[in-house]
């Protein structure tokens, strides 16, 4: 069947819903570059404002799910979960909480994305682990997954294409915050790994792609929505993401806070959301059904040296040298170390996640554009929470750099970033969807 | 001054307001094919969806009008004057018009667009007069219109670019009907031709772009604003297209019909078109003051041949054939004809102007694709109006073809076009705008 690719971008402009048969239709010629990118542009942003209804989200992303190839892990016997952020600073959750999950007795099959403007990326941080790749084939991908029960992988080009091409085009034209857009982004490529369930880390704030509480609760439910209808299982937990979480923000120097929170340290918020995630991942695989017994099932884990041994399988498993876990300093570090101080005494009212993500951008810890290579040396250690009391000439920051121009660009905004007065934080968990 | 186009797009989404040099670097990079089209698409579906302010949609419309060339006039002594049509079914009103006024003392340097999907074109019409030229160069067009008062050309390349490449665009992506991106097509290309004045003829029904009087009315708005900060005086009239003007639709046949009006003939309501735009282009070119001068002034140039006499003058000009404006019979007309008759008795309350648009369009009379030719030879000739009384086995239209799989195609429509039962019809001039 084929359609008028034009009457369905005008069907949807004026609200009309799209047919199953019709989005399958677009996602297929899409997919296969037999419709023109400024069509689908126009439709893409005809979606932004007019939306997609449960049963339209529910095709569209199945179709993406189906527009490549779909992984069968079902030979695997150990309960398969995942867990996926919505970007945020300073957001190293995966690394320390994948190993400590697997090591619990979960299969962890886990595909993450590259830094995408002011945010991190879990794969941008592994490859700072000299020799980690990142870039594994399917059946790599499944094999090594079956062996150490986790794999930690970058996004496979053969899983969901559409996604990959429908994303880039949305980025150049203006669609990227779109709730459905996001969602089915979001899932299709979660549900072409073959998870068995998934638990999302909605990120809300300054920080995050999603500034508001009720839009971060509309993106958790329209995915626990989308899970509810291909029969897997999503948790979503919101978290506050306005600053930027635990206390590194970089590449190489967020691999070691991990290790740090393997070895049973870490920064108070990002090890609460660590567990937090954790405790979820364990009650959705069926590993334990009270959150008490998972939390307590995580802390073994990590006091055991289990977790930590786990990082390390999985490291050796993909290439990587396991010596920079086991003695961190041995990271790729930038050498030069610019302090920024408290210019007055009083509390830290706001330590903008935003900015402090720009700030580590333009030091070279993430891409101004997508052909940029990442510098994994350079990086920011925050020194102090909103809530902290400070004294004037007390460090707020450490400013890793290699080169001048860089720290000069990304100076003001780490200063502009800190905000001293008079007390308060914000709630770290906002809540959660089921 | 560079900008991100990304940005824009996200600016303009978001219900944001564009500044002018934002708008003339877009529209200068796109003409110079340095902005992709499906960022162009993007940001056409925005407009349509958010619109466009009074100030940014008259720095959107003198962008497009200074994208190319802009034609200098001011040689002709003569008051310029021009109309145009939204486009319609048996919309013939330029070719009798035109002539009338420039020999009533007007200049009128016309330049008309072809068909466009269900409705005819002026520039199609005139072609099918043997030898007719109406892709004409600048030079020509000045010439022309200097030597007879009076010149009927297709659209310059050279003018307003912008507004082709962004025309062609919207028609692919669902962005058509939009007001602002209407409003500004037309006076992009109005204004570069270096008019005096324009009245503008804006249908509204069935049979037109502009299916409610409320879309025609701010439409016409609009236009008469775009005029006003421009500094060229504009009138919109309204006008019904509901049912076809006048008798005829197809190409050859309205020739013929348009000469008939010349000649002092005519059907009723075609001819109330022509005198009252007449009427007000020759009131806005200040050849008179008053509405029952100008009337009479009309009436005379038709009633002493002088009308007539200028449209076989620009006829010799553009290399036609003046013989068929002699002998209408001598101009191209299918042998076959079908008559479709009314299967009851009573009165006739609807002649849909889609309806036969669309048949007119089966025939041949227009292009169903851009690259295919028109077949000047078909149409159909309507009996009946609305409003009038018919008896069972009365002809309502008879349609002329060359191909018997096209007048199958066509007939159903033709068919269903016309509803008889108990009366009434529709108010022909609605409003106007000054």
Sequence with gaps: MAYSFRHLIEHKRD?????????????????????????????????????????????????MLHSGQVMDLSHIDAPKVDKHSTGGVGDKVSIPLAPMVAACGAAVPMMSGRGLGHTGGTVDKLESIPGFRTQLTPDEFASIVEKTGLVLA?????????????????????SVPSIPLIASSIMSKKLAVGLGALVLDVKVGRGAFMKTL???????????????????????????????LGRMVGNANEIAESVEVLRGGGARDLVEVVYRLGE?????????????????????????????????????????????????SLLPMAENEHVVIARESGYV??????????????????RERKEDAIDPAVGIAIEVKVGDEVTAGQPL??????????LANALPIT?????????????LVYGEVR
Tied chains: 1, 2.
């Design 280 to 328: 979820e991942m364990l009650m959705l695989a069926g590993v334990e059904s009270e959150r008490a017994d998972a939390r307590t099932r995580l802390e073994k884990a990590v006091a055991s040296g289990a977790a930590f041994e786990k990082l390390e399988q999985v490291t050796i498993a993909q290439g990587g040298d396991p010596a920079v876990l086991h003695d961190p």
């Design 214 to 244: 009720d839009r971060a609760r509309l993106l958790a439910e329209t995915i626990v929505g989308i899970g509810k209808t291909h029969g897997t299982p999503v948790v979503a937990v919101l978290t506050d993401m306005n600053q930027p």
């Design 397 to 406: 920051a450490r400013l890793r750099w290699n080169d001048e121009g860089r």
């Design 15 to 63: 609200g009309g819903v799209l047919r199953s048969g019709e989005i399958r239709w677009i996602i297929a010629e899409y997919t296969n570059e037999h419709l023109p990118d400024y069509q689908m542009a126009a439709m893409l942003m005809a979606i932004f404002k007019e939306g997609l209804d449960g049963h339209e989200l529910e095709v569209w992303t199945d179709a």
């Design 415 to 427: 200063e502009s970033a800190f905000e001293v007065s008079e007390h308060l934080g914000t709630p």
């Design 349 to 366: 009212v706001r330590v903008d996640a935003f900015d402090i993500g720009t700030a580590a951008l333009r030091l070279g810890a993430g």
């Design 154 to 174: 970058g996004q496979s080009e053969s899983l969901a294409p559409a996604d990959g091409a429908i994303y880039s085009l949305r980025d150049a034209t203006g």
